[in-house]
RNA sequence: GUCCCCAUGGAGUAGUGGUUAGCUCACCACCCUUUCAAGGUGGUAGCAGGGGUUCAAAUCCCCUUGGGGACGCCA
């Protein structure tokens, strides 16, 4: 395939959507695997409800997911401005033409007469549409409505007879009946284009080869096609993405849970889960593969391998696939990484080397990195509490006072505070007395760390140290 | 209301006329093990329903049902 030019083209009226990020990563992956453009392009029309700090977070998020653009906001390229809201001259150059060949015309009738209209046609049993009445109006009554200083709209003049057909990539072909759609609004009465307007010319001047966007636009598509047809421009490709379900199979919304992509950065999920763990909804290959390395995924990449239907975003599989590569970082990476959650838990990162190794300790353990802290806090703080677990599950039990004020005597008496050495003095100490490990393990381990889960007994105790190890044990002995 | 789309276990999906319906997450059990994890092994669970076509249907056609989307001077 030549030159592919995609896009995403983002309302800043919000964040940026788990929907939106999927169908960014489509388009991205899309580009990437033909060695084509992927642009961005920020549809700002609405005024209204457009905002900087959506803008914002947007480009953060697509930056966080490592979606990069070839040409839009902050890089430019040949077939700008990027954003929609600059690019009112363009969009009113076609709809001249279109007022000039005949294919739209200005209507002047007010919000409350539309909405009257389309309340009768529901009425009727019909789609509510607009009945066409300023379709041939003469110029004497459109100079009237002027003279009223009525602003008028632009409408499109919509073929009533055929039907419009979409081949699409991913549904195959499409069709709709043209008498079931309207002389739909081009430009408002602000002069501003409307988004089907804007998109299709948009897309003619930027070139763009694919459009590749989320099932809710099918049904725009076909006044987007006869927009093509009227202006005498060839398709583009269209591709519709299903779209994804919170739990309930609705379409995924705040009571769900976290859907900015912002919220799950700051969660600490990694880019890399995301990014996988996005691409595997509504996308597979043959072979069932879960894992995919960045470049992996660009390779495999192919709309055939999109599903139709729609997927319900399951938390869970995103916390094993950020599992997953968790487990892969290097260490270095993921101490780094976690930083600003210690740092936000007010551990003492003084030492970094005791901190890499404190995470590397329970790194099998870790889900998100905003888990760390609580994993990591006992082995690094001087003073620890105990979870009533540790109290009245091992602690209270019967024998392990005797067994901790016995092991302490026999720390104190240690010069190799080795892993090694614990080990086998501890081993010793349960076949002299004719204990079963777990009788000792358990309370020493609850009595130095404070809880009933960690990393290994011997090497924990190692890290913590001979001298904190002891104060421990004492500490813990006050609930034996 | 009108039009459109979709339909394989709880979730994500493979499968394009002949398979014991495969894989991943979740769940359960067992193994490993000082704990929690991780890992290993096994298990529960599925072609929405009904008609066709065919020697043969998850796969093709029709209907029903269910779910979703669109119908704005929002995008």
């Known amino acids: 395939m030549k030159n592919v030019r995609v896009r995403f083209a983002p309302s800043p009226t919000g964040y940026l959507h788990l929907g939106g990020a999927r169908t960014a990563l489509f388009n991205w992956l899309f580009a990437r695997h033909h060695k084509g453009s992927f642009i961005l392009r920020i549809e700002d029309t609405d005024s209204q409800r457009s905002t900087d700090e959506a803008l914002e977070v947007i480009i953060k998020g697509l930056r966080w997911l490592g979606l990069d653009w070839d040409e839009g906001p902050e890089k430019e390229g040949e077939y700008g401005p990027y954003f929609q809201a600059q690019r009112t001259e363009v969009h009113r150059k076609y709809a001249d033409r279109l007022v000039r060949e005949g294919k739209a015309y200005f209507c002047y009738c007010s919000p409350e007469e539309l909405e009257s209209m389309r309340k009768k046609a529901r009425e009727e049993g019909k789609p509510p549409k607009y009945n066409g009445r300023c379709r041939d109006q ?21 073929r009533q007879e055929g039907t419009t057909k979409i081949n699409d990539l991913i549904h195959g072909e499409l069709s709709f009946e043209n008498s ?85 950065m700051k969660e600490g999920y990694l880019r890399e889960a995301m990014v996988n763990y996005l691409a595997l909804l509504g996308w597979s290959t043959t072979d069932s593969q879960q894992i995919f390395e960045l470049d992996d995924l660009i390779n495999k990449f192919t709309l055939k391998g999109c599903s139709k239907s729609a997927s319900v975003f399951d938390f869970k599989k995103l916390e094993w696939l950020n599992g997953e ?156």
């Open 180 to 264: 079931l759609l309207d002389d739909f609004i081009i430009l408002k009465s602000t002069g501003t284009a409307t988004y089907n307007f804007a998109v299709v010319t948009d897309d003619i001047e930027m070139k763009i080869t694919h459009v590749i966007r989320g099932d809710d636009h099918i049904s725009n598509t076909p006044r987007q096609i006869l927009l093509y047809e009227a202006l005498g421009s060839t398709l583009p490709e269209f591709a519709h993405i299903p779209m994804i379900f919170g739990s309930d199979r609705a379409k995924l919304s705040k009571r769900h849970g976290a859907v900015a992509v912002t919220e799950y």
């Open 325 to 480: 590569y968790v487990r892969k970082m290097n260490i270095d990476e993921l101490t780094e990484k976690a930083m600003p959650f210690i740092l936000d838990a007010n551990l003492n990162v003084e030492d970094k080397e005791k901190l890499r190794k404190a995470v590397s300790l329970e790194q099998e353990k870790i889900k998100l990195l905003k888990d760390i802290p609580g994993l990591i806090d006992f082995m690094l703080k001087d003073d620890i509490g105990y979870t009533d677990k540790a109290v009245a599950k091992v602690l209270k039990k019967e024998g392990s006072r005797e067994v901790l004020s016995d092991i302490m005597e026999k720390i104190n008496g240690m010069d190799d505070f080795s892993e090694k050495e614990l080990e086998e003095m501890v081993r010793e100490y349960c076949r002299r007395k004719d204990l079963k490990t777990g009788k000792v393990f358990h309370p020493l381990r609850a009595a130095v760390s404070g809880r009933t889960t960690g990393p290994g007994l011997f090497v924990m105790l190692e890290f913590i140290g001979k001298e904190r190890v002891l104060k421990r044990i004492e500490e813990s002995m006050k609930y034996t």
């Open 138 to 158: 003469s110029d004497e009554q459109r100079k009237e409505y002027e003279e009223q200083g009525r602003k008028p709209v632009l409408r499109f003049r919509t």
